[in-house]
């Protein structure tokens, strides 16, 4: 019997908004816990909520670049159920009709373009954080009412693997809109899935909701356990049942938390103090407007038109800010390439040793355009310009002035050349001799020792053909 399986994520991802979705309150990690609370988080009785544009405008954004149908009137509703952490005993969340549907979003794995096909977004408050500390829970009502979009994809993954890699494609995206930090740690991206397998040919199974799963790396394995263990019971004959299970990440395994509570378990209903929401042009113009090119489509024209390798490509679209400043030094002359070489190999070192961030480091992208056409114009050599890069980071000057205060300009007359190797062949006389007599490595040597003598700035195919006619 052949099986197949079906998976689906739902990604939470918390909003860079100022303040709470539905009050004033900062929306801020690391503060003193129950200090950005008020009376609506808090869920006192008869407080109004008020509606975030901010966060909204962000989760439009977002639905935006996922390609998404933008809604023209979204409401909001009451997810009712009771929890510790939630004051309200419910969550205002979207159900009838969400800020966004029917997108898709363009991912690689193994090699290949898949599009996942993305059912909706939706804005919803986050609710407040248990601390469990020995015998007792203690709650932290902080994080109660923080703005979440929530997006659900159809279930068109079929493994941990290709879930994995649309994760990270999606954290970069989200990343790249400046709309959430995609710290899975800390629980500012989150994603539960749901995974079923069935018989090939039969459409989907009985699903099964998988929690708790705090890397991209455990949505892998979780995946892939979870199908193992769905695939194993229906070839024994067994039945699944549809629950909700949680990834134990020490064990290795997929645990039973609860069984499934249906949508009509929520009882969704209109939230009666809240109007709809209707975005109008000025708003859509504003959300078209800042539309980004996608990480994917960038690293395209990166290897189509710029001729990039893939994986370098790769690279600079990891993070917006290195990709735009990759482009500026482009449009100040730096040759592709030679930039991109740079960029993430030396610049990319250096900058992890000094702790400096490429947007805000003294290395700006004139700077960096202008060591690199020192370069290569031939005025300083490839080490060279490794010292200036370090210096430009360590004292914030220009390229230009470090090279002139250093006297580091590549030594190319040929006379001072002349008196280097005359000096290195008179020290060592019997290494000369040995190459007299044919020994080839012995020259590299008395090259690099002339090199050393110019503390490195000796051009080096000049050097060489003057050590070659002392010594012919
Ligand atoms: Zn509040």
Redesign the pocket.
């Known amino acids: 019997m052949k099986y197949a399986s079906y998976v689906g994520l739902e990604i939470h991802i918390h909003l860079l908004a100022k303040?709470?979705a539905?009050?004033?309150?900062a929306a801020r990690f690391g503060d003193e816990p129950n200090t950005?609370?008020?009376?609506?988080?808090?869920g006192h009785p008869g407080v109004l909520p008020a509606l975030n544009e901010e966060a909204l405008f962000m989760g439009y954004r977002v639905a935006q670049a996922l390609g998404c149908e933008l809604s023209r009137r979204t409401i909001f509703e009451r997810k009712n159920y009771f929890y510790p952490d939630m004051p309200k005993n419910y969550q205002i969340s979207q159900f009838a009709a969400p800020l966004g549907v029917s997108g898709g979003f363009e991912f690689e794995v193994k090699g290949e373009t898949r599009r996942l096909a993305i059912r909706e977004c939706h804005l919803e408050e986050d609710a407040g954080k248990l601390i469990h500390a020995g015998s007792v829970t203690l709650i932290d009502y902080n994080r109660?009412?923080f703005p979440l979009l929530e997006i659900v994809t159809e279930p068109d993954l079929k493994d941990g693997e290709e879930a994995e890699a649309y994760l990270r494609s999606f954290r970069r995206l989200v990343r790249h809109l400046g709309v959430c930090d995609g710290n899975m740690e800390e629980g500012s991206l989150r994603c539960d899935a749901n995974v079923s397998v069935n018989e090939e040919g039969r459409g989907l199974g009985v699903k099964v909701e998988l929690k708790n799963m705090n890397s991209s790396r455990f949505v892998r394995m979780g995946l892939d356990y979870e199908i193992r263990r769905q695939t194993a019971r229906l070839a024994e004959g067994k039945s699944i049942q549809q629950e909700t299970r949680l990834w134990n990440e020490n064990r290795d395994v997929t645990e039973t938390m609860r069984k499934k509570e249906s949508a009509s378990d929520y009882r969704f209903f209109p939230e009666p103090d809240l109007p709809p929401f209707e975005p109008g042009e000025a708003f859509l113009e504003r959300v078209a407007g800042l539309a980004i090119e996608l990480p994917l489509g960038r690293k395209r024209r990166f290897v189509g038109v710029l001729g990039l390798a893939e994986e370098q490509a790769d690279q600079l679209v990891e993070e917006k800010s290195v990709a735009d400043y990759f482009e500026s030094a482009l449009a100040l002359g730096a040759e592709a390439r030679t930039a991109a070489t740079w960029i993430t190999g030396e610049l990319r070192a250096q900058l992890l040793r000094s702790g400096q961030d490429i947007a805000a480091s003294p290395l700006g992208p004139r700077r960096f355009a202008a060591l690199l056409g020192a370069l290569a114009e031939g005025r300083i050599q490839g080490t060279i310009a490794k010292q200036v890069l370090k210096a430009v980071l360590d004292e914030d000057k220009d390229p230009e002035a470090i090279i002139a205060e250093r006297g580091l300009e590549q030594i190319t007359d040929r006379g001072a050349l002349g008196a280097m190797v005359d000096e290195v062949l008179a020290r060592e006389a019997a290494t000369a001799a040995r190459v007299r007599s044919g020994d080839k490595k012995a020259l590299a040597f008395l090259v690099g020792e002339a090199m050393k003598a110019s503390s490195g700035r000796a051009a080096a195919g000049t050097l060489k053909e003057i050590v070659m006619e002392r010594l012919s």
């Open positions: 303040s709470k539905f009050c004033s309150c950005n609370v008020c009376p609506v988080c808090l109660a009412g």
